[in-house]
């Protein structure tokens, strides 16, 4: 069974950074994708990025493009989304997923992961 846990969030002001860490556990294959989601309140959940496990193919909402940027240390378990020139809207709760199939269709579709983390919470104030 895949555990997922989240850490690195919190608050910041408009403009600022955040790096988000999902560890990952208790797999014998590394899942396929890994990715961020996040939700709102009042809202629904959003892919924001994800990432091929075993080559560098990686998904960006367009909402976080050129601003978010996802990477991973295979030596640590760790996946990252590294956060600048954080916005207002960006403020959610973000969620690791990750998918143990090696077909995915829609990356950031949420409907399409096996394993979700708790969350950490994200609040950009303007």
């Known amino acids: 069974q895949v555990q997922l846990v989240e850490s690195g969030g919190g608050s910041v002001q408009a403009g600022g950074s955040l790096r988000l860490s999902c560890a990952a556990s208790?797999?014998?294959?590394?899942?396929?994708?890994m990715g961020w989601f996040r939700q709102a309140p009042g809202k629904e959940r959003e892919g924001v990025a994800i990432?091929?496990?075993?080559?560098?193919?990686?998904y960006y909402a367009d909402s976080v493009e050129g601003r978010f940027t996802i990477s991973q240390d295979n030596s640590k378990n760790t996946l990252y989304l590294q956060m600048n020139s954080l916005k207002a809207e960006d403020t959610a709760m973000y969620y690791c997923?990750?998918?143990?199939?090696?077909?995915?269709?829609?990356?950031?579709?949420?409907?399409?992961?096996?394993?979700w983390g708790q969350g950490t919470q994200v609040t950009v104030s303007s």
């Open positions: 997923a990750a998918r143990s199939s090696p077909w995915l269709n829609r990356p950031l579709s949420g409907a399409d992961y096996d394993y």
């Open positions: 208790g797999y014998t294959y590394r899942p396929y994708y």
């Open positions: 990432k091929h496990t075993g080559d560098t193919r990686t």
